[in-house]
């Protein structure tokens, strides 16, 4: 309520003047509505910053009671949301458009919105048509499609809500109904400028909506079509568009209006006294002419329409202008606003507004939200603000309530004119034209002003505001919200959130989309996405495979979990990607809203699919996590038909799971288990033999369409790939066509067989066999490999069929087929028996036809026999009842057998017994292809084995004759004893111990005669395709598919050609691809040149009679189809290609691909001619042939040298470096074959030859590994060193290969002896040790010896010792010390002194030296004798001051040189016995008292830095510092006994120095080993153990820490209670500083075991609370009150806490708690230790009011007195202070305690207060003494 003085000033109410009358003064009539104006406005003012104007209102009133004339204009003043009403009438501009409402800016920067329902009525109705059929309407557009921002329109206020916190949000509408409710027709005139909205689309223009009732609106097309033009909306104009609509022209009394909305008649409009506007229908938007009729410093009063008054405030005087108005001048402006019920109009001058239906100005989008240093005040209104100039000349505004933090630190003499301050955009205001800001420092810092400025994968602070089931409201910033969906609110879903958050709370959340247009914000509080350091993925192109990342599950259903990631991001996780382990119901394993960690597989950014993993087996390194991770690299690395090598990961039921081994690289892949071979028996004998950690070499990488790459080892579809007998995809395929491939499923109507890159057909039930088909699983098993022809293909629904009758896939030569079924099925075994080696060597002895001695165990029900006695066990030995040959055998008998068969699957061996067989024969040499008859004694899955007649030798015989022909009736199958006829194919034995046949010829006929009879039915079928082609015949077509090397044209529908690469152009220019002329669906005209056969793809001379079944091979080079041209070669003429090319002739060819498994570039010359290049003549850029298949492109151009043809004379063999002759001198390139360790390497040579390297040639450094870098198949280039007798000797040396580049040489070669010379350092590997010394290799020829006395300066009785330390292969530096040219000799020596490198063998074995017997024999004599003798052994041809001047320096050499002063006592365990003897000894000569004081000092010094320089403790070494010393020329005398005393004392003396630096307590520890040392002195000190914690830490070795904590608790006494507290709290620390929430927990639940848990409770909330994790210490806090309720400190802490969290009203609920909990006698004591925390860190008034009460119930209690005194003197007033002085002394209380409050009363006075107040203490105390004695009198 205002105040009554507002309401009803002294001197009565003005009156308001009736609507229709006009008074008679103009100006008292205006001023009225000034007046009046205020007074309703006033009502609704409600804020602070208007205050002001409330009281100048007040005044004005009193003042002016009489003379209402002399109003003071101090009244204008801007627009304040306070003065808004419904109804109000204003002019907006819309600021910005969104689906379901319009922001609007209104004047002085407020603004308001429009909501979709207040658009129009017909838009309205549209709206609900919409909602009510639910779905779209053509006619209905959305906002965006009608409204642009920066268009001005008039709007009316509908209501002004108030929301929770205070903030009032205005709703307006544009509804013409409403806006122009108070016209009427009658009042319509021409010339009105209106706002309308599209009501409909008629034929010649729009009915609009102008909200006058009984009047039409129509808007003609010819009036509107500049306006559709320049508004780029459509054609047309939209329902719902709103309009700025001139009436051109008024019919029928109004009731008829035709409008116009042309920019140039609308801006041109004026609002003038003819169009009768009142002041009840005036509108905004009306452009007028004005007279100025006051100028205030606040703005200026205006006439307009002869008797209007109207203000214009300061933000809306024209800058430019604003000082030059003065009264009765003539202004152009605009009506802003108009309040109805007060009559109150306000104008605007600014330009923008000054013609209608323009547009202000927009601000740069950058602008908003922009810090400036400087900008300088233009003005300052008290009330209102002020004005400010920015940076770039244009205004800006504050508000009163933006210039400082409070109101009560405003200071208005800051904002003097032309004062610069620093202040932020915060908004723009389009209806001022001027920038909002604000020079509050919390907005100038904020990190978010606006939408825009947050992005996805921010870390916010929030507070809550509310919880709906929906989820949580945050406030981020002011006008920032945001919501977390309820599956956010934790990591786990919550069913009482309520319980979690209070409103109010701080929380800590995450963003995880963010759309400004629409100010949606979406976060999380999910600790582990907000925590989470991985990269953010908030767009679908980030998502690089390989990329590990955290996303949570949105859904988890039986094909797998839907995972969402920032800004709507998701992927799915397929079911086998969701675990290393199968999971069959994941909706069971996951739940929505799981955070987890995910791998992307693969992502298509534009069909916004994301496959991801939750398996991250392949972790990427540190360094690259999300750079390149192994499934990134093999969606690159690896195509289609790529040949790897893989690891066995794991063995599943159905395959393996493999490692790609190629680069180190771990992409898992799957081998299932029928692609292990192509044969199904050897596929689950493969699987069975295979164990994890096996390496598989050569397999296929076959497909990726899955989420797993799959791999095969099917050697047909290998080598189907690898020869270019595949179709890529659906159009390259063909009818008549053979391709390999295998079995994808088996339906009772047929076979699905599929190709590798992925093409499948079907091979219906009457196609699949030669045979009858009855069930189709009889005849064929998924995964097993097929050779299928193309019968026909359905192009529309990309549909195959195929033809799997061994009659038209096999290639008529059933015999030579069933032998290379047999070979390879042989072959693919040879590895299996290899795999078998392993496990069980002795079974791989046992091959058919061996003959074995066995025990008979038993006889079967069938006859059959069982035998032990085989070597392996649980292997089983059986014959069958025909096998045993009609012999009895008894149990235990003894007997001879021949194994016929091994069946590891089973484990079993079968053995036959029949004489036949056992006999023993002559063996008869048997020749190839020769025909025998043979008896079938055994048959298995794929093969029988059968015995000659004539030899009794066994082979192996096919039982399939191709891969198709899996199934014979039972006729037709071969049985045990009966004779076949056989031809042998391979006569000598394989590994197998059998020959290899196949069935005689009875068999092949069966299938020659069919094959005639189809081919027959051909040639009757197609008798006009024989004649229609010839040779030479030119034909049309159009190109169907282009391939690299050859292009398939379509001649007409059944008949298809094939154009070469070599016959598309006359000039090939090298590196081009020919083939890419031509375009799919062009037309050629080309000549036929030749034919090639349909199924072996031969080319066939024209005369052949199958040509007319043939493909017509075709040429459009210019000149053939011209002229003359060549026809293709017969190659069945061999010597053709012999005789056309020549020896070093170059012949352009064209790439077909490089053969992985030849190793051999494989080249078409032309369509008839084929060539081959060796892989070490591609090239002699070694990196060319480390990936050939990279550099040559297939379909390539290449030119080639002819070096000679292939041994069937069908290929050529070509060269691309030439024809290379490998001469000496010369450089070549070479493959590494062979790594002989310690000798070099042997290298393939281009031209099939070998050379060798040995490993002095290897570089022209010597290294420890020289064989290291170079593996097996690596590419080097050589020089070749000599070529003699066909041995070539290369060197890898960089001085060879690139003599111009004058690299560091560091080991010269040595090619001779001549090369050494004496006294030289020389660089080698040891060869050998023998007795005679070592053998060292200088060169690959020469050796040289190094006896062992210099070898080392120690004494070794061993050799194994040098064995130990000087392996073969050791890189050593050695010195030349003699060369004997004759003998070719070389003495070396590896001593110290002469090297000057470190003894090769070490000091710490505590060998005996050479020399140093002297301090172990007392005798003189003796050591006279020793020692010529030791110096004639080491140095046989020196001289003899050279000896005298080494023996002794050598000791010193390894102790200076690396040394550790660690050897004393330490010994290698390995150390001989001798050894360990002869230092037992030596330690037995140590001088009494020594021993034991070295014995506890280990040789160890403490301070690591100065181990150098400490006196090393040692025997051998303090007799080596003394010599050092001595005289060189004196060293071999004996000492004295005086020196030898002097010696000691000298050593006792630095011995004592040690010990003394150890014993230093000021001294810090340096090292872990210090600190051990010091907790083994002081065990109980927790310091010590906490210090020693804190070393670690520093050097970041948080497992240490966790160690030496772990250790202190172990260590400390049970009894020392505190010291052990310490060392738990310090872990705690550490768990919370460097651990997980996990292993914090564990460690506190075990430190409230060991310890008293109230201590252990407090410590941990004080650690949470000093690292910032409120929330963990508040939820610590209410589980310590429930637990210790009665602990009076527990309540206290909570307290302090909440209190220094800011939570007063937490706290005042905590101590109603706290009284209820507690025992009432600790009341007073709780209540004042309450009250004393709140005075220090929370609410002064409250912690008064409490003490207050206490006293009040407890007056006697002088504690509480005394404490509430002293808070006061602190932090109270002098009156307070006094005050409760002097309550205190009117206290009735025990004289000793009343004199204690008088003295402290006086002494307060004395030191605050004046003479008279002391007085008056004294005074009052003497009073006080007079009535007590008084009252004792009485």
């Not at 009142?278 to 905004?284: E, G, H, K, Q």
């Not at 934790?490 to 959130?497: A, E, T, Y």
Request: charged share 25%; net charge positive; proline share 4%.
């Amino acid at each position: 309520m205002a105040s009554m003085e507002e309401n009803f000033p002294r001197g009565g109410i003005q009156k308001k003047p009736a609507e229709g009358k006009t008074p008679k003064p103009k100006l008292e009539r205006d001023n009225l509505f000034d007046v009046q104006h205020e007074e309703k406005s006033q009502k609704r003012k409600r804020s602070q910053k208007d205050q002001g104007k409330q009281q100048e209102s007040k005044k004005r009133f009193k003042a002016d009671k009489e003379a209402a004339g002399k109003d003071n204009v101090m009244n204008i003043g801007p627009l304040t949301i306070e003065a808004l009403s419904e109804g109000m009438l204003l002019l907006g501009c819309i600021k910005e458009v969104t689906d379901y409402e319009l922001a609007i800016s209104l004047p002085n920067g407020l603004s308001g919105f429009v909501p979709v329902t207040q658009i129009s009525d017909a838009y309205g109705k549209l709206l609900t048509k919409q909602v009510a059929q639910g779905e779209l309407l053509e006619e209905l557009n959305s906002l965006p499609e009608l409204f642009s921002p920066g268009t001005l329109v008039r709007c009316i206020v509908t209501s002004i809500e108030k929301s929770d916190d205070g903030r009032r949000s205005v709703k307006l509408s544009i509804d013409p109904k409403k806006v122009n409710k108070a016209l009427n027709s009658t009042a319509l005139a021409a010339g009105m400028l209106l706002s309308g909205s599209v009501m409909s689309m008629e034929d010649h223009g729009y009915l609009i909506d102008i909200g006058v009732t009984g009047t039409h609106a129509f808007l003609p097309h010819q009036k509107a079509k500049t306006y559709i033009k320049a508004l780029k909306k459509g054609p047309d104009l939209k329902i719902g568009q709103n309009l700025n609509c001139l009436i051109v022209e008024v019919k029928n009394e109004g009731r008829v209006v035709c409008l116009s909305i042309e920019r140039s008649e609308v801006a041109a409009s004026i609002a003038t006294e003819r169009q009768n506007w009142t002041l009840s229908n005036l509108l905004p938007g009306l452009v007028v002419k004005a007279r100025v009729q006051k100028l205030a410093p606040l703005g200026m009063k205006l006439t307009f329409l002869s008797y209007f008054t109207g203000i214009v405030d300061f933000m809306h005087m024209d800058p430019e202008k604003s000082m030059s108005y003065s009264p009765d001048q003539v202004v152009r402006a605009c009506v802003l606003s108009v309040q109805p019920s007060s009559r109150a109009v306000r104008l605007s001058l600014l330009p923008p507004f000054l013609q209608a239906g323009g547009a202000p100005q927009q601000l740069p989008g950058q602008r908003l939200g922009a810090v400036l240093e400087e900008a300088t005040v233009k003005a300052f209104y008290k009330h209102f603000g002020a004005v400010f100039e920015l940076d770039d000349g244009t205004l800006a505004f504050a508000r009163l309530k933006h210039l400082s933090k409070t109101r009560k630190s405003f200071k208005p003499g800051a904002f003097k004119e032309g004062s610069k301050h620093k202040c932020r955009i915060i908004d723009y205001s389009l209806m001022d034209e001027m920038c909002i800001v604000s020079l509050k420092h919390q907005i100038i810092e904020a990190r978010f002003l606006q939408y825009q400025d947050i992005h996805t994968g921010d870390v916010v602070q929030g507070k809550v505001l509310s919880l709906k089931p929906i989820g949580m409201q945050v406030k981020v910033a002011d006008g920032i919200r945001g919501l977390v969906p309820s599956i956010h609110l934790s990591d786990v879903i919550l069913k009482q959130p309520e319980k979690k958050y209070n409103i109010g709370d701080e929380v800590k959340c995450r963003v995880l989309e963010c759309n400004p247009e629409g100010k949606k914000l979406i976060l999380t509080l999910k600790k582990s996405l907000v925590q989470s350091k991985l990269p953010v993925l908030s767009n679908y192109e980030d998502a690089k495979p390989g990329l590990i990342t955290h996303g949570f599950v949105v859904c988890a259903r039986e094909f797998g979990c839907i995972v969402k990631f920032y800004n709507d991001v998701k992927g799915l996780v397929p079911k086998n990607e969701l675990g290393s382990e199968p999971i069959s119901c994941p909706e069971k394993v996951f739940y929505e809203g799981q955070v987890l960690k995910v791998m992307v597989l693969k992502c298509e950014p534009q069909q916004e699919r994301l496959l991801l993993s939750f398996k991250l087996s392949s972790k990427p390194g540190p360094e690259d996590k999300w750079k390149c991770t192994p499934k990134e690299k093999r969606e690159v690395k690896y195509q289609i038909g790529e040949i790897v090598d893989v690891k066995i990961l794991k063995k599943k039921d159905n395959g393996l799971e493999v490692s790609i081994l190629e680069d180190e690289d771990n992409v898992v892949a799957w081998i299932p288990m029928l692609h292990l071979s192509d044969f199904v028996a050897t596929s689950k004998l493969l699987w069975h033999c295979l164990q994890e950690g096996d390496v598989l070499p050569r397999v296929m990488y076959l497909s990726d369409k899955g989420e797993h790459i799959i791999l095969s080892r099917k050697s047909a579809v290998i080598s189907a790939v690898q020869e270019e007998q595949v179709v890529r995809n659906f159009s390259e395929i063909q009818p008549g066509m053979l391709l390999t491939g295998y079995v994808r499923n088996v339906m009772p109507f047929g076979v699905f067989v599929e190709f590798p890159f992925g093409v499948t057909g079907l091979a219906p039930k009457v196609s699949m066999s030669d045979k009858f088909v009855t069930d189709t699983k009889d005849h064929f098993v998924v995964g097993q490999t097929v050779i299928a022809k193309v019968m026909s293909i359905d192009e529309e629904k990309q549909r195959v069929l195929l033809n799997l009758k061994v009659s038209e896939c096999s290639s008529g030569d059933s015999a030579a087929e069933s032998f290379a079924l047999l070979s390879q099925y042989f072959k693919e075994l040879k590895g299996i028996r290899d795999l078998l080696k392993r496990g069980e060597p002795s079974i791989c002895e046992l091959v058919p036809g061996k003959r074995v001695h066995v025990v008979v165990q038993g006889v079967r029900e069938d006859g059959s026999a069982l035998f032990s006695g085989c070597s392996a066990s649980g292997w089983t030995v059986t014959a069958t009842r025909y096998h045993l040959g009609g012999k009895n055998i008894a149990c235990g008998e003894k007997r001879k057998v021949l194994v016929l068969h091994v069946d590891a699957l089973k484990s079993e061996v079968h053995v036959s017994l029949r004489e036949e067989l056992l006999k023993e024969r002559p063996s008869r040499r048997l020749r190839e292809s020769s025909q025998h008859s043979a008896v079938v004694q055994h048959i298995t899955e794929h093969f029988a084995i059968v015995s000659l007649l004539q030899t009794a030798q066994l082979a192996a015989v096919p039982i399939a004759c191709h891969f198709n022909d899996t199934f014979r009736f039972d006729s037709e199958k071969l049985s045990v004893g009966h004779t076949i006829s056989v031809t042998l194919k391979a006569v000598k034995r394989n590994h197998h111990g059998v020959l290899l046949a196949v069935q005689g010829p009875a068999k092949k006929n069966v299938f020659v005669r069919v094959r005639n009879e189809s081919e027959t039915a051909v040639e009757e079928m197609l008798p006009a395709l024989k004649h229609s082609l010839s040779l030479g015949k030119l034909v049309t077509g159009t190109v169907k598919s282009v391939k690299p090397t050859h292009v398939t044209v379509a001649i007409d529908d059944k008949l298809t050609g094939s154009i070469h690469a070599s016959r598309i152009l006359d000039e090939v220019p090298i590196g081009s691809f020919p083939t890419s002329t031509l375009k799919t669906g062009q037309k050629v005209t080309a000549r036929i040149i030749g034919g090639r056969d349909v199924n072996t793809h031969r080319c066939l001379p024209i005369t052949h009679p199958h040509f007319k079944q043939s493909i017509p091979e075709l040429s459009i080079r210019p000149s053939e189809k011209e002229g003359e041209f060549t026809a293709m070669l017969n190659l069945k003429e061999e010597s053709s290609l012999r005789e056309l090319y020549s020896v070093g002739q170059t012949v352009i060819c064209f790439v077909k691909k490089y053969n992985v498994l030849k190793n051999w570039l494989e080249v078409e010359v032309g369509p008839d001619i084929r060539g081959r290049v060796p892989h070490l003549l591609l090239s002699l850029n070694t990196k060319v042939l480390k990936h050939p298949e990279k550099t040559f492109k297939n379909g390539q151009a290449i030119s080639a040298t002819v070096t000679g043809t292939d041994t069937t004379g069908t290929n050529l063999c070509l060269s691309l470096t030439g024809i290379q002759s490998l001469e000496q001198g010369t450089i070549a390139v070479g493959m590494v074959v062979k790594v002989t360790p310690y000798t070099g390497l042997t290298l393939a040579l281009p031209g099939g030859k070998t050379g060798k390297v040995s490993i002095f040639h290897l570089s022209d450094t010597y290294t420890d590994d020289p064989l290291g870098n170079f593996k097996v198949g690596k590419i080097v280039r050589c020089y070749i060193l000599s070529n003699e007798n066909g041995k070539i000797q290369l060197s890898l040396r960089q001085s060879r290969l690139n003599p111009k580049i004058n690299s560091k040489v560091e080991d010269i070669e040595i090619t001779s002896i001549k090369d050494v010379k004496k006294g030289q350092l020389v660089r080698g590997y040891v060869k050998s040790i023998t007795p005679s010394g070592v053998f060292f290799g200088l060169s690959t020829s020469l050796l040289g010896r190094i006896l062992f006395q210099n070898v080392s300066p120690y004494f070794v009785q061993k050799h194994s010792l040098y064995e130990k330390y000087l392996p073969e292969g050791k890189l050593l530096t050695a010195k030349v010390l003699g060369v004997n040219r004759k003998e070719k000799h070389i003495e070396l020596s590896l001593l110290p002194e002469d090297t000057g490198m470190p003894s090769v063998l070490p000091e710490s074995l505590g060998l005996p030296q050479y020399g140093a017997e002297e301090e172990k024999r007392e005798a003189d004599n003796e050591e006279k004798r020793e020692e010529p003798k030791l110096k004639k052994k080491r140095r046989g041809g020196n001289n003899e001051n050279h000896q005298e001047a080494k023996p002794k320096k050598r000791k010193i050499c390894p102790a200076d040189e690396n040394d550790s002063g660690i050897e004393v006592y330490y010994r290698e365990e390995e150390e001989d016995d001798q050894e360990e003897e002869a230092a037992k000894k030596k330690s037995k000569l140590l001088k009494p008292g020594e021993a034991p004081r070295l014995q506890v000092s280990m040789g160890f010094t403490w301070d690591e830095d100065n181990a150098m320089d400490a006196p090393v403790l040692d025997q051998k070494d303090e007799s080596s510092e003394s010599e050092e010393e001595e005289d060189m020329q004196s060293k071999l005398k004996k000492r004295t006994k005086k020196e030898k005393e002097l010696e000691k004392q000298k050593k006792e003396k630095e011995l004592c120095k040690v010990e003394a630096a150890l014993m230093d307590l000021s001294r810090q520890p340096q090292s872990a080993d210090d600190f051990d040392r010091l907790v083994l002195g002081s065990p109980n000190s927790s310091i010590l153990w906490l210090q020693y914690m804190a070393f670690h830490l520093q050097a970041t070795e948080i497992e240490k820490a966790r160690a030496v904590a772990e250790r202190a608790l172990k260590t400390i006494s049970f009894r020392e209670e505190q010291e052990k507290l310490n060392v738990w709290v310090a872990l705690l620390n550490l768990e919370n500083m460097y651990g997980t929430e996990e292993t914090l927990m564990k460690v506190f639940e075990r430190a409230v075991q060991y310890n008293e848990p109230l201590k252990v409770f407090q410590h941990l909330c004080d650690i949470y609370a000093s690292s910032e994790k409120y929330k963990q210490a508040e939820e610590l806090y209410q589980t310590m009150l429930k637990r210790f309720r009665q602990e009076k400190s527990v309540w206290l802490k909570y307290a302090s806490f909440l209190l220094k969290q800011g939570q007063a009203e937490a706290t005042h609920r905590l101590l109603e708690r706290a009284l209820k909990a507690l025992p009432t006698k600790e009341h007073v004591d709780v209540i004042s230790r309450f009250a004393q925390l709140e005075f220090h860190s929370g609410d002064t008034e409250h912690a008064k009011a409490l003490f207050e009460s206490t006293l009040s119930s407890y007056p006697k209690r002088t504690d509480v007195w005394s404490i509430y005194m002293d808070i006061m003197i602190k932090h109270g007033s002098q009156k307070e202070v006094r005050d409760i002085f002097e309550r205190v002394i009117h206290l009735s209380l025990a004289p000793k305690k009343m004199k204690f409050f008088f003295k402290r009363y006086l002494d307060y006075e004395k030191k605050f207060g004046t003479a008279e107040s002391v007085l008056a203490v004294k005074r009052a105390a003497l009073e006080y003494v007079e009535t007590k004695s008084s009252l004792a009198d009485t």
